[in-house]
């Protein structure tokens, strides 16, 4: 069916981010998260996860059958995209070994592993846009002073990168299948000259311990000793005071989760791109009698946040049974399974009739921005395809893990993986395009 004005595909856009977000983007006031998405390509693909599962679903999106017959399911991110991998510490802030790998769980379920392949590749082509945009006016970026001598990853750099996501997902897959030991592993070092090098050895200063974890770990961004306690910031925009009743209840609901006093507690504003508009708290932890700064490495910081059902339950509500849990409980399982040394704090609650997860914030918590690594003086298309294929290498592991009693996943997806590449890289790129038309199709309803 032909669409030439984009009317029916506009509904459509306009019908998943109503249904997900509760807020309609033609509204007089368009909400925080639409905003956003309408900013550039790589955004509205951020926000709109529930979309790609509805074009999975219609149709509009077909990637290779093969994938779908011959692969067995597995743990997903469900929202996998160049952004939602970075560095952290195991076992959340009381771990100190640094790793390179997913760092988003919040649509996880169990699901087929081509949904966060073709995702992430469509995501590369929209990073490599993003930046170009961000050259020549397009696309505005927090992130690039002086642009002048920089230059951006092409549309060719982001397949060629798409390739390496791929080879480097096959090769680990293969290496799973000859050792089973290797789904235990993780990226946690990288070579001179690596793209991936700095933000690596940033984190590691900021873990505790480092030599920044006083200055530059999350702790100390969000965190100030106040008359002799520690208390988060005052940082408007970021943070919100509850009213002291509001506060309390709070406390009452969440302080049986955590591992130690809650020393302080604030609305947390405005985080991310997809959940934008979800409440979240966030507990500051330590020792209840706090001993000035050498106590500070025993304090951290818990994230309490509303969950709502992972993007592609709705569209494939039946693939899994597990798919059935509550979507706090959902998310907790997928990251214990995905995850090496899942984070300590790791929970789910259900308070005033919503679901809520409960997890640790990591000191040495680094993400990485689409400019980090698809902007450069020289060779962004070299760039890009190195942390692609890191990214590859972090999600085959992550998969595998989600069945420990065998490697059958790991054979299947080598061998129809490498069948079809091609395909892959075609289907997701031709939806990178769509998505690049829907973002227009998003700025002309919200200036309706």
């Known amino acids: 069916m032909t669409d030439p004005d984009g009317t029916a595909r506009q509904n459509l856009i306009r019908a998943e981010l109503r249904r997900v977000d509760g807020a309609d983007p033609g509204a007089w006031a368009p909400s925080p998260k639409h905003r956003k998405m309408a900013a550039s390509p790589l955004r509205f693909l951020r926000g709109s996860a529930q979309l790609y599962y509805a074009d999975l679903a ?47 769980y919040d649509d996880a379920c169990m699901g087929h592993a081509h949904w966060d392949l073709a995702r992430y590749i469509a995501s590369l082509v929209l990073a490599a846009d993003f930046c170009r945009g961000v050259l020549d006016g397009r696309y505005a970026s927090d992130e690039v002073d002086d642009p002048a001598d920089l230059t951006a990853a092409t549309d060719e750099d982001a397949r060629e990168a798409g390739r390496a996501f791929l080879d480097a997902y096959i090769r680990t897959c293969r290496e799973g299948v000859d050792d089973p030991s290797r789904r235990d592993s993780a990226l946690t070092k990288f070579p001179k000259g690596h793209v991936l090098r700095k933000p690596w050895k940033k984190a590691k200063r900021r873990r505790a311990g480092g ?23 005052d940082r408007p925009g970021r943070f919100a005071a509850l009213e002291p009743a509001r506060a309390r209840q709070v406390h009452a609901a969440f302080r049986p989760y955590v591992d130690d006093a809650v020393l302080d507690l604030v609305l947390r504003l405005g985080a991310g791109t997809g959940s934008v508009d979800l409440e979240r708290f966030y507990l500051l932890v330590g020792p209840e009698h706090f001993a000035g700064d050498a106590d500070l490495p025993l304090c951290h910081v818990v994230e309490v946040k509303q969950q709502r059902p992972a993007s592609p339950l709705h569209h ?57 690594v698809a902007l450069a003086k020289k060779k962004p298309g070299k760039r890009l395809a190195a942390y692609a294929g890191a990214c590859g290498e972090a999600l085959a592991l992550a998969h ?20 079809e590449t091609d395909a892959l890289l075609d289907a997701a790129g031709g939806y990178a395009a769509r998505l690049i038309a829907d973002r227009q199709l998003l700025k002309a309803v919200m200036s309706c």
């Not at 595998?400 to 069948?419: H, K, P, Y």
């Open 211 to 233: 030599r920044d974890f006083t200055a530059k770990s999350t702790l100390a961004k969000e965190v100030e000793i106040r008359d002799g306690r520690p208390r988060f910031r």
């Open 400 to 419: 595998a893990r989600g069945d420990r009693r065998s490697t059958r996943f790991e054979a299947a997806m080598a061998r129809v993986l490498a069948e």
């Open 58 to 104: 219609n149709g509009t999106l077909q990637l290779p059958q093969a994938l779908l017959a011959r692969v067995p399911t597995t743990a997903v991110m469900g929202d996998c995209h160049v952004s939602n991998f970075g560095f952290l510490t195991e076992e959340g802030s009381h771990g100190d070994t640094v790793v390179f790998c997913p760092n988003d």
């Open 316 to 372: 494939f509500p039946d693939l899994r049974p597990e798919n059935r849990l509550d979507p706090a409980h959902l998310t907790v399982d997928c990251q214990r399974l995905m995850q090496r040394s899942p984070d300590m704090v790791l929970d789910e609650a259900v308070w005033e009739d919503k679901h809520w997860l409960v997890r640790s914030r990591h000191h040495a918590r680094v993400g990485i921005d689409p400019e980090d």
